[in-house]
Nanobody, 123 residues
Framework: QVQLVESGGGLVQAGGSLRLSCAAS????????MAWFRQAPGKERESVAG????????HYAASVKGRFTISRDNCKNTLYLQMNSLKPEDTAVYYC????????????????WGQGTQVTVSS
């Protein structure tokens, strides 16, 4: 079982940037495809970005493509999400997770989750 802890969230003005980190322990994350999800109040948890174990393949939600970059450092056992040109609609709790099986866009396909980090973008 992998334990995940997100950090780096906060309050930022529209147009600003944040870098989220997801520190893993318990197992090496190189074994896992991983992803970032987010959940805004009253909305379902949605996929933001994903990355394969080697980091060779990534995917992004259309709403963040070109603004967000997912990356990983397997030596540091850490996943990252660089978020630029932030918009108020990016406001949500952001979660990292390890992929088990199924659709990579579906939260139910993921096994281990962090506790989340709040990102708030003011207009």
């Amino acid at each position: 079982q992998v334990q995940l802890v997100e950090s780096g969230g906060g309050l930022v003005q529209a147009g600003g940037s944040l870098r989220l980190s997801c520190a893993a322990s318990g197992r090496t994350i190189s074994l896992y495809t991983m992803a970032w999800f987010r959940q805004a109040p009253g909305k379902e948890r949605e996929s933001v970005a994903g990355i394969t174990g080697s980091g060779g393949v990534t995917h992004y939600a259309a709403s963040v493509k070109g603004r967000f970059t997912i990356s990983r450092d397997n030596c540091k056992n850490t996943l990252y999400l660089q978020m630029n040109s932030l918009k108020p609609e990016d406001t949500a709790v952001y979660y990292c997770a390890t992929f088990n099986s199924g659709s990579i866009y579906y939260p139910g396909s993921f096994g281990s989750w962090g506790q989340g980090t709040q990102v708030t973008v003011s207009s």
